[in-house]
């Protein structure tokens, strides 16, 4: 059964921190996205890797950044957490061919 | 960038009854357009896809149609069920090593 895993389902953190969401995948999959939803947006891209230590900025990036050291792991990390990042963050990964990308079941942040 | 843009925002309709979500997208060079169902609490499912060289694609009580010329895809939900209550989503990609685009999503909501 193919899987994406999120490292939290819920996190609460304070205003200024740094924090990091992890998200690994077991199909060997060679592209990986970060998305954010918010109610009435729908889901924006923040940043998408279609290789190990590549990037690419995706609608929203400003205030995140990522890192993919390993095929199977993309982290986002919010520098400096600000009230306005409290959103629910969703991470996919998809082949190299036009087919399904698979999401994870979402991290719930709260900055406070 | 490719642009999509979904309609309803919210749909309601009585057991039975069928739905009809739409889209559009911008980039006339996008050939592969998933349709993404969100239960609470869930990452999206892909639910059902179609590229661009078909027009319609069905299974079981769900349907996709594609109008290329226009720049056009829908959703159809025939004999619909409770259980098909969830917010659903339509994306389309151009190249197979960029990112989905999403639209904002509509929330479906089936009475019985």
């Known amino acids: 059964d193919v899987k994406v895993t999120q490292s939290s389902r819920y996190l609460v953190k304070r205003t200024g921190e740094k924090v990091f969401l992890e998200c690994v995948q077991d199909?060997?999959?060679?592209?990986m996205f970060w998305y954010r939803q918010d109610p009435g947006l729908g889901l924006r891209l923040i940043y998408f890797?279609?290789?190990?230590?590549?990037?690419e900025k995706g609608d929203i990036p400003e205030g995140y950044s990522v890192s993919r050291e390993k095929k199977e792991r993309f982290s986002l990390i919010l520098e400096s957490a600000s009230t306005n990042q409290t959103s629910m963050y969703l991470c996919?990964?998809?082949?190299?061919?036009?087919?399904?990308?698979?999401f994870g079941q979402g991290t719930r942040l709260t900055v406070v | 960038g490719e642009n999509v843009e979904q309609h309803p925002s919210t749909l309601s309709v009585q057991e039975g009854d069928s739905a009809v979500i739409k889209c559009t997208y911008s980039?006339?060079?996008?050939?592969?357009f998933p349709w993404y169902k969100q239960e609470l609490g869930k990452g999206p499912q892909l639910i059902i896809d179609?590229?661009?060289?078909?027009g319609e694609k069905k299974d079981q009580r769900i349907a996709v149609t594609l109008n290329k010329t226009a720049k056009h895809f829908s959703l159809h939900i025939t004999e619909t069920q409770p259980e098909d209550s969830a917010v659903y989503f339509c994306?389309?990609?151009?190249?197979?090593?960029?990112?989905?685009?999403f639209g904002k999503g509509t929330t479906l909501s089936v009475s019985s």
């Open positions: 980039d006339s060079a996008s050939n592969y």
């Open positions: 890797s279609y290789d190990v230590k590549m990037k």
């Open positions: 179609i590229r661009s060289n078909v």
């Open positions: 996919a990964s998809r082949g190299v061919v036009l087919t399904e990308a698979f």
């Open positions: 994306a389309a990609i151009a190249l197979a090593g960029t990112a989905l685009i």
């Open positions: 199909m060997d999959h060679e592209n």
